[in-house]
């Protein structure tokens, strides 16, 4: 099983309004809500590719009515801490005409030390039956860093993935992930200085790899592509060449679909291959319902891969 942890979870609404203007009154074409955050996002991409998948964090008590009938129709197990708020809502505004997208992020609900206690012994309990357990996005108001280290810690020996940035990157690295999943931006942004080329991301992949003891370091650079370093290797793999739709959720789509790869016991460069595939459709704008429906055989023989020995 694969456990991933939302600390702070969204009902992602997204709205779409014709020519959207300010101080006017807008009229809605069509809205579409559902369960979102960093971490459902992976379950959901995970169930899809038939791995066995749950997705636990906190959720809000007081709109939960909102959120479960979203959980039932993706059929997602979770198991969540009840916080007596309000589960944030992430409203994205679409102008189909000006092509523009205009994000309204709630700051989302304030946690308990008794509901971070909770966690920590429902993230224990999941992490001695999961083959991974995956920290991914922000986190909500009442977990600062020394807390998000206990969260990691309580998770432990068991290989866990970190997907986040700033300054959860920045502390959560040095404990030993055994992915961790920054884009390029990200890593820039840790390391506080650009990377200019390959061969520049490949030796801060690789120098983190040596410091922090990290497993894999798959570094994800949009249409760019992303390049995979581990130990001895790094691997380099092309975007696939899609319509964009979107590029919501493309880095958790891709790290669904690495963890498919390694939970299926494919090589790495396989486990790439199906990143590479899954970030793909997620950009191409095929809703997770229909993500079954794609042959991702076929999309994952496209991809193209290089490969350096770094030994
Ligand atoms: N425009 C695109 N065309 C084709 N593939 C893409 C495109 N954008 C992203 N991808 C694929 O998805 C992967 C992840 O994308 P990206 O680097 O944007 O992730 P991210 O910034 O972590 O996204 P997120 O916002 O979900 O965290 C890329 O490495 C690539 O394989
Ligand atoms: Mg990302």
């Not at 009902?11 to 779409?16: A, L």
């Not at 169930?47 to 809000?60: D, P, R, S």
């Not at 012994?121 to 020394?146: E, H, K, P, T, W």
């Amino acid at each position: 099983m694969i456990t991933t942890i939302t600390l702070n979870p969204a009902i992602d609404k997204t709205i779409t309004v014709e020519q959207f203007k300010l101080n006017a009154v807008n009229r809605v074409v069509r809205v579409h809500e559902d369960v979102g955050g960093k971490g459902i996002n992976v379950s959901k991409v995970l169930q899809h590719l038939e791995v066995k998948t749950l997705a636990c964090g906190f959720i809000g008590e007081a709109n939960y009515g909102l959120v479960q009938p979203h959980l039932k129709r993706l059929g997602l197990s979770t198991d969540f801490v009840f916080v007596d708020a309000l589960t944030r809502i992430n409203t994205k505004i679409i102008d189909p005409i000006a092509k523009s997208t205009t994000d309204i992020n709630e700051s989302g609900f304030t946690v308990s030390r008794v509901q971070i206690e909770q966690l920590k012994i429902m993230l224990r309990a999941y992490a001695n039956q999961s083959r991974f357990m995956v920290f991914s996005g922000s986190v909500c108001q009442g977990i600062d860093l020394d807390t998000y280290v206990e969260l990691i810690k309580a998770v432990q020996p068991t290989p866990w993935v970190l997907d986040a940035d700033r300054q959860i990157l920045k502390i959560g690295i040095q404990y030993q992930p055994y992915i961790v999943k920054p884009n390029i931006h990200e890593l820039e942004d840790l390391l506080e200085r650009k990377l200019n080329n390959h061969e520049e991301v490949i030796a801060a992949a690789q120098a983190l790899i040596q410091e922090y003891k990290i497993g894999y370091c798959l570094v994800s650079m949009g249409e760019l592509g992303s390049i995979l370093v581990t130990k001895d290797k790094a691997y380099i793999a092309n975007a696939l060449e899609v319509d964009l739709v979107s590029t919501v959720g493309a880095g958790d789509s891709m790290l669904a679909g690495f963890l498919f790869g390694l939970t299926k016991g494919c090589s790495d460069a396989d486990a790439l291959r199906y990143a590479t595939s899954c970030g793909a459709i997620a950009v191409s704008g095929v809703s997770l319902s229909a993500f079954q429906d794609v042959d991702i055989e076929a999309l994952k023989s496209s991809v193209k891969l290089s490969v350096i020995d770094l030994v």
